[in-house]
Each structure stands twice: as structure tokens, then as C-alpha cells.
């Protein structure tokens, strides 16, 4: 017989827990179409070429194979342009239909996209090998307009206002700007950013002792490493981070540049969604070299230590084919590895089913009345479930109780007239007459409600 | 540069069809759920041993292994019980599922699961390599109550009624019970029902004569095979079949249980969603040997020689673990081949995005306004987007006519003050004042139809 056991990093939810995932990714994309984000799905695979041409063999890439074998995708001939594996993110994928598509697409393109995504790391608390990303992008030809860089953070955080009144925590969404961490770097005559920029983002992990080493050994002096490391320490909700920034009495084009960017998106945030909507952290890096703009990260609370919910940022590259550069910004919020994390601390749903009301079912015969009840119920939304089997009535009850169904209805004799039905209100005990045709639950008991268990 | 091109049998739906496949997606998970299936969704790949215990080579799996090399997953060390492979269906996953947690589950246990599945089969029209598949099963322990089998397909037929509404072709849930026709064939005398149903499976592609071949290559006379042809021609919307199969003489307790129960289905699904809402249709075999009660097939309206649609049964053991037996009944519905058939004749959405309303820009200085009035709708659940730039408004117009948005939004000077606001009915050219506290579309234009393009 074959073993029956997880594989370590493919997560599976529990009915209840996939209860909350489905209402978490209803919020989301209720409030991306909202915003006129179209959806998109793309296929599970690409060309092993597609996916490493930027280098990227840390990413850990599955390939995949026919196990009855297939010549243009056997190990023994590798071709990298048939040779397929999952897509380790929705970046790539976007970018290569864009670029397959682009004459049937309408520019400015704003698509959303919540699909799996396979990583073959290894497995540790809050890193999946499957894991389910859920993301904006905006995408235009040539060029694309600032205002967007605003836009994409305040749709997601009208997401996570949402999230927030499901019972998830508050997520908190940081922002900065490569100009102005670039600008000031070149201000300080340090001639590779790139490099300061990489040391400045090991600072949770390594300390500033550690950051100003990792700078020495870059031949930066402790003079310049200091105004790198407080201009990292600076913090905002509003533009008045700009004079902390002046303070340190560094000049450059650039560091302007990204100043007035940075201020625009903070405040505009504050205008449409109220101060501290989007928080300046100058301490944002982000590893990725293709951002060239505004950068996000999101903290969630209580769970800060656990690194980003939430990022991405501007890339003036997105995708070209030579001619045409598509430009783009974008951001991917982690729902399994937020998920996975609320799941372990104990955050799951009221039930394990959908369904609001049992129906009782006294005998056999009963069931044709007790299914056209329960059909009546579901005519108006009503989520119901007949009893499998006849049952004396307590163990019809403690049916829904271990399933947490909150309603039991006692069918009277005819399923369209009131008379001799009623419902019990498990919980409270409570029971009372009511018609089929009118009864409905509270909405707070119509669907599932989100529970710290 | 990567190649960037199309992979054969991997549809990409553009983003218009997208909008059709969740509105079909949205109304198949509305009534699973009011039926009270709860959602699940199993890790994409199981272990190759799980895969294939029952020797299903023939389904061409996809093997999945780190690029950069695994011991536990290369094809040097391929241990069946570690290896991976991506699924290729719903049900095997499902019944580990089960085996995994079944004590954590409460039985009987309803699920629903929508997911994509991958095979590697050579492409051809309606056969695709990764699909989307959305099963629903029951499953429970030692026994399943026989009610099972007319409950299932008359959700399946909820949620086609559904479909039928938002525009697509009429599908016809037909089903048998292989209790009949094994009986059936025994009563005849024949020893190997199982060969002679895989035989009479093949009328539609090699016919009468064909089969008649096919059953005297395995000793069966023509009086015999003139029989089973007779059966497989019944058909029926009520159980007045019954007396048709009764009619050929043939006498055998199995076939009296299949009758029995098939008459069964077809009178209570008649009873309760009306006649013909389930059709007995006595030449359905279903090529897989686990059925063991009720089966099923569809066709939908238009698309018959394309095969069944929608497929399932009965089966005594989903799963067992050596001392716990779970017999099931389930249906899947073949979301992508379903609606790759459509979108070829034709069926997209009315827009490209979920957008009702554009709202316009004057200039630069009018987007604080024109983003707040967006706001409004949005807030009211009416999908708005500002236009990207400032422009003459028949270019914004022609902005929203290109992408099918139906209406063009000209702000007053307040978001919050009804003064100055007009809304343009892009299609009639109506143009009229709104108020953005108050305006709503009608429910036919707030979210796009479906269109025979």
C-alpha cells in the first residue's frame, strides 16, 4: 500500500482553514476588481529558459517531465526552450504574457493574478515549497505615469482594511524610494549604491555593528556609514521625514528626485486614506535589483520578525522584445505564508462546512419534505444540509454541533406552508416556529465567521 | 532573448474569457456550498507511488524534480514513495486526503474541489495537458446511504441551471447503473459483463456492427450481443424504462437491484427539480472499472460528439487503509474543455475588464477629485477606474469603448457634492447629471455579461 503522509512544504488547510482562505481571497479580489484590476491566470509552466534568464538558479526551480518520457523533455536533452518547470513567481509569467500578447492587451494593462507558485527551498517555519501569492501589477508601453505608484499600495491596503475586518491583524504597509536611498548614497561620494544598498538591507539580521563592517570591508569610512545607517533610521507618516533627510546634509539630483517621489506617495496616501495609510521607512531595500521607484514592504502585526507580507515596488523594465520596453509596478501579497502563520496561531472559522441550517429528519419518508425545505432555504442563500439518516433528534443535534452548524430545523408536514416547522438555535437552546418561505439566519451566522481558536 | 510563444495544450484564457470562466467558477462554488460541500484543496503533486497504485501508467503523468538537483527526487534515486509528480485528477488526491485525516473529519464528509490537474496526453481539439477540474464527492465510512447517488447529480444540474443563465449551452446529466447492466449480462448468461461493457462503451466511435465484431471475438452469439444492444438503446425521463428493459426477458436479481435503484434516481431527481432533470441513458458504461452503483455523463446542447462533460459514480471504495473501507459518490465537471469548446464558438465577456464606470480627467489638478469620486462608487461595490492621463474627452471615451466600459464619468468639482457631476452612457450617447452618493448602474451593466462574440 501506498504511504500516506504530508510532504514537507506543500501545506494542505483544514476545511475550516480553507474557510478563512476563501474569505481572505474574496476580500481580495473584491477590492482589486473594484479598482478595474482585470483577472488573469497563467499556465503552472514555463520554459526552463523563461524562468532562469535572469540567472536565477537560487530560486530552486521544479522542473517537470513526463514520467512516460517524452524527447523534448528528458533530462538527456535539455533544451532549455522546451524544457518546462512551475514558475517559481506570477513576475515572470506576467512579463512573458505581456510580451506573447501585447497586440491583443489595451495599455495601461492592470491585472490581478492569486495563483500557486512552487520553490524548491528548504522547507522552515513560514517558507512553503507551494505557496499561493495573490498580485497587482500595473503594466504600460514606454512609459508609465507616477500616480500609480501611489495607487497600487492604497489598493492594497484597502485590501487589508478589509482583511482587517475579517479578524486578521493589521498589516502595515512601508514605503521608500531606490532614487533617494541611490541619490544619497552618490551625495555621500560613494560610487556603488548598489552595494551599500545590500549591506543597509542585513541590518535586522546583523545589526548596525555589523552593517558598518560589512561597509569597511567596502572601503567605506565610519563617517559615511553613520549617515548611511541614519538615513536608514529614518521613519513617516507624513513629508516632514523630507527635513529629517535634509538634516543629515546630503546634496544630489537624484536624492531630490526621490525625496519629492517618496513625500508625493505618503501624501496622497494620507489624503485618500487617512494619515499613516502608507508609512516612509527609509530602511527599505528590497533585495531585487529591477525596482527603479517607489519599494513596499508590509509588517503585520505581532508578527513583525517573520520578514515582508507584502512587496514589490516600480520596475522600469517590467518586460521589452528589443523594441518596445514595458514598464510596470507591482505587488505580491504572501496568502500562504500570512495564512500559515495566523493557521499556527490558532486563527481558523467558526465551522468546518458552509452550512448555516441541518435539516432534521424524524424517518424516512420525512425526506422529500425535508429536501424541498432545505431547497426553499437555498433558494434565498440559505446553506443547508439534510441529516443523512434518520436519528433521534439529540444526534441529529450533536451532527451539527461537531460540525458547528449553528441551526437545526424541525420540518412540519408540507415544505411550503408554515405550519409545524421550527428552529433551534443550538448554541442558546433557543427554539421557535418558522416558514421556510421567510426564515433567514443573522449574517454574522449566514456564512462562517473568522475565529482566534 | 527567451522564445516566447504558446506551449501546447496549456490554454491561457485572455482576460475577457477570464471573466467568463469566474462567473462560471463563482456559480458552481455558490451552489456547492448552499448544498453545504465544503471547500477543499489538496498540494498539486502526490508521490509517484500514490499516483500510480493502480497501475494508471496510461495517464501520462508529469514528474516534478528540483533543477538544481534532489537526491530524494532525481531520476537516479526514483523511490515511488518520494518522488513527485504532479496530479491527474481529483479523486486520487482526494482519497489520500481522506486516509491522511480521516480523523480529523467528520463523515459523511462533502467536499467540493476546484483545481487544475495535469496529463501529459497529446494535444488534440478538447484534450488539454493542464486543465481545470471542479469535483464534488461525498465520502463515508464502512457505508453511504443510497441517497447519495440522487443527490449528487441534481447539484451538478443546480449549478448547470446556473450556467445556463449566464449564457451557456443547456447540459443534459445522463445516468446508468452498472448494477443493470452487469445484471443484465449475467441474466444473458455471459461471464465476463466487464468485457462486454467495454465493448458496448465503443457504440458512438466503431457502431452497432463494430461492437457486435467485437463481442463475437469474445464468444459472445448474436442473440446475445443483439440484447446488449437493445439495453444500451433505452432511454428515459421517467422509470417507464423500466418496462422496456423488463420487455427483452432477461431475469437476474442484480439487474432487478439496478433497475430498481436507477428507477430511483430518475423519479426523485423528477420530483424534485422536474422531468427530464436527470435522463436514464442505458448505454452509459464509463470506461473506469471502480463504479460500482449510479454513473454519470453529460452532454451539453451543441457539443455532443465532443464526450461527456461532467462524469462520475458510485464506488464501494474511494479509499481504504486496510481496515476502514470509505465508499463514495462523486461528479467532476471539466471546466477548461468545457469552456475551451465555447470560446472557440465564440463565448467571451461584454468588457475586457470588471470596470464599470471611467472616470475622466480634465487635467492634472482634477485627480485628487476624480480619484475621491471613484472612491464613492467603489464604495458602493460599482468597479471604477480614473483614466490614466489627462485627455480630450473622445479620447477617453474611446479609452472606455475599447475596453467595453460602458460608462464615462465628467466630476464636478466636489466628490461629495452632486453639483456639476454627469455620467455618459457610452453606447446610447446618453449623457445626464449623477450624483456619486447615488448613482448605480443597472445590475446588467454593473458586472459584464456573457456574449456569443
Given at each position: 500500500m501506498a504511504r500516506i503522509a504530508p510532504i514537507s512544504g506543500f501545506p494542505e488547510w483544514s476545511p475550516a482553514q480553507r474557510i478563512v482562505e476563501l474569505q481572505v481571497l474574496d476580500e481580495l479580489r473584491q477590492v482589486f476588481e473594484l479598482h478595474g484590476f482585470a483577472s488573469l491566470e497563467t499556465r503552472a509552466?514555463?520554459?526552463?529558459?523563461?524562468?532562469?534568464?535572469?540567472?536565477?538558479?537560487?530560486?530552486?526551480v521544479y522542473g517537470v517531465r513526463r514520467l512516460a518520457g517524452d524527447a523534448e523533455a528528458t533530462q538527456e536533452t535539455p533544451d532549455p526552450g522546451k524544457a518546462l518547470a512551475l514558475h517559481f513567481d506570477l513576475t515572470v509569467p506576467f512579463a512573458r504574457y505581456v510580451l506573447e500578447n501585447a497586440g491583443h492587451l489595451q495599455f495601461p494593462f492592470q491585472r490581478y493574478q492569486i495563483q500557486k507558485v512552487w520553490r524548491g527551498e528548504r522547507p522552515q517555519e513560514g517558507r512553503y515549497r507551494e505557496f499561493l501569492q495573490a498580485d497587482i501589477d500595473v503594466v504600460d508601453r514606454d512609459s508609465l505615469p507616477f500616480h500609480y505608484e501611489v495607487e497600487l499600495p492604497?489598493?492594497?491596503?484597502?485590501?487589508?482594511?478589509?482583511?482587517?475586518?475579517?479578524?486578521?491583524?493589521?498589516?502595515?504597509?512601508?514605503?521608500?524610494?531606490?532614487?533617494?536611498?541611490?541619490?544619497?548614497?552618490?551625495?555621500?561620494?560613494?560610487?556603488?549604491?548598489?552595494?551599500?544598498?545590500?549591506?543597509?538591507?542585513?541590518?535586522d539580521k546583523i545589526g548596525e555593528q555589523g552593517v558598518v563592517g560589512e561597509l569597511a570591508g567596502i572601503?567605506?569610512?565610519?563617517?559615511?556609514?553613520?549617515?548611511?545607517?541614519?538615513?536608514?533610521?529614518?521613519?513617516?507618516?507624513?513629508?516632514?521625514?523630507?527635513?529629517?533627510?535634509?538634516?543629515?546634509?546630503?546634496r544630489h539630483d537624484?536624492?531630490?528626485?526621490?525625496?519629492?517621489?517618496?513625500?508625493?506617495?505618503?501624501?496622497?496616501?494620507?489624503?485618500?486614506?487617512?494619515?499613516?495609510?502608507?508609512?516612509?521607512?527609509?530602511?527599505?531595500?528590497?533585495?531585487?535589483?529591477?525596482?527603479?521607484?517607489?519599494?513596499?514592504?508590509?509588517?503585520?502585526?505581532?508578527?513583525?520578525?517573520h520578514g515582508s507580507a507584502c512587496s514589490g515596488g516600480r520596475y522600469d523594465a517590467l518586460a521589452s522584445d528589443g523594441r518596445t520596453t514595458y514598464p510596470g509596478v507591482?505587488?505580491?501579497?504572501?496568502?500562504?505564508?500570512?495564512l500559515g502563520l495566523l493557521f499556527g496561531a490558532g486563527l481558523t472559522a467558526a465551522r468546518?462546512?458552509?452550512?448555516?441550517?441541518?435539516?432534521?429528519?424524524?424517518?424516512?419518508?420525512?425526506r422529500p419534505v425535508a429536501e424541498q425545505t432545505a431547497d426553499r432555504l437555498r433558494d434565498r442563500g440559505i446553506?443547508?444540509?439534510?441529516?443523512?439518516?434518520?436519528?433521534?433528534?439529540?444526534?441529529?443535534?450533536?451532527?451539527?454541533?461537531?460540525?458547528?452548524?449553528?441551526?437545526?430545523?424541525?420540518?412540519?408536514?408540507?415544505?411550503?406552508?408554515?405550519?409545524?416547522?421550527?428552529?433551534k438555535d443550538i448554541r442558546s437552546g433557543e427554539q421557535s416556529a418558522?416558514?421556510?418561505?421567510?426564515?433567514?439566519?443573522?449574517?454574522?451566522?449566514?456564512?462562517p465567521g473568522v475565529v482566534l481558536g
Amino acid at each position: 500500500m501506498a504511504r500516506i503522509a504530508p510532504i514537507s512544504g506543500f501545506p494542505e488547510w483544514s476545511p475550516a482553514q480553507r474557510i478563512v482562505e476563501l474569505q481572505v481571497l474574496d476580500e481580495l479580489r473584491q477590492v482589486f476588481e473594484l479598482h478595474g484590476f482585470a483577472s488573469l491566470e497563467t499556465r503552472a509552466v514555463e520554459t526552463v529558459e523563461q524562468l532562469l534568464r535572469k540567472g536565477e538558479i537560487d530560486k530552486e526551480v521544479y522542473g517537470v517531465r513526463r514520467l512516460a518520457g517524452d524527447a523534448e523533455a528528458t533530462q538527456e536533452t535539455p533544451d532549455p526552450g522546451k524544457a518546462l518547470a512551475l514558475h517559481f513567481d506570477l513576475t515572470v509569467p506576467f512579463a512573458r504574457y505581456v510580451l506573447e500578447n501585447a497586440g491583443h492587451l489595451q495599455f495601461p494593462f492592470q491585472r490581478y493574478q492569486i495563483q500557486k507558485v512552487w520553490r524548491g527551498e528548504r522547507p522552515q517555519e513560514g517558507r512553503y515549497r507551494e505557496f499561493l501569492q495573490a498580485d497587482i501589477d500595473v503594466v504600460d508601453r514606454d512609459s508609465l505615469p507616477f500616480h500609480y505608484e501611489v495607487e497600487l499600495p492604497l489598493v492594497m491596503a484597502r485590501a487589508f482594511a478589509g482583511l482587517r475586518r475579517l479578524g486578521l491583524p493589521e498589516m502595515t504597509i512601508r514605503v521608500n524610494n531606490r532614487k533617494l536611498a541611490e541619490g544619497f548614497y552618490r551625495g555621500l561620494g560613494l560610487t556603488d549604491p548598489a552595494a551599500v544598498l545590500r549591506a543597509v538591507d542585513k541590518l535586522d539580521k546583523i545589526g548596525e555593528q555589523g552593517v558598518v563592517g560589512e561597509l569597511a570591508g567596502i572601503g567605506i569610512g565610519p563617517d559615511e556609514a553613520a549617515k548611511a545607517l541614519a538615513l536608514a533610521a529614518i521613519r513617516g507618516t507624513d513629508s516632514s521625514f523630507v527635513d529629517e533627510v535634509r538634516a543629515l546634509g546630503v546634496r544630489h539630483d537624484l536624492l531630490d528626485e526621490g525625496l519629492d517621489e517618496l513625500a508625493q506617495v505618503v501624501d496622497a496616501a494620507a489624503r485618500r486614506a487617512g494619515a499613516g495609510a502608507l508609512v516612509a521607512d527609509l530602511s527599505i531595500a528590497r533585495g531585487l535589483d529591477y525596482y527603479t521607484g517607489t519599494v513596499y514592504e508590509t509588517t503585520m502585526a505581532g508578527f513583525e520578525q517573520h520578514g515582508s507580507a507584502c512587496s514589490g515596488g516600480r520596475y522600469d523594465a517590467l518586460a521589452s522584445d528589443g523594441r518596445t520596453t514595458y514598464p510596470g509596478v507591482g505587488i505580491s501579497f504572501g496568502v500562504t505564508r500570512v495564512l500559515g502563520l495566523l493557521f499556527g496561531a490558532g486563527l481558523t472559522a467558526a465551522r468546518s462546512v458552509p452550512t448555516a441550517v441541518l435539516v432534521a429528519l424524524a424517518d424516512e419518508a420525512a425526506r422529500p419534505v425535508a429536501e424541498q425545505t432545505a431547497d426553499r432555504l437555498r433558494d434565498r442563500g440559505i446553506s443547508a444540509l439534510v441529516a443523512p439518516e434518520p436519528a433521534k433528534f439529540g444526534k441529529q443535534i450533536r451532527f451539527a454541533d461537531r460540525r458547528g452548524i449553528p441551526f437545526v430545523w424541525f420540518p412540519g408536514p408540507d415544505a411550503d406552508a408554515a405550519d409545524g416547522h421550527e428552529i433551534k438555535d443550538i448554541r442558546s437552546g433557543e427554539q421557535s416556529a418558522a416558514d421556510p418561505l421567510k426564515w433567514a439566519p443573522e449574517p454574522a451566522d449566514a456564512t462562517p465567521g473568522v475565529v482566534l481558536g
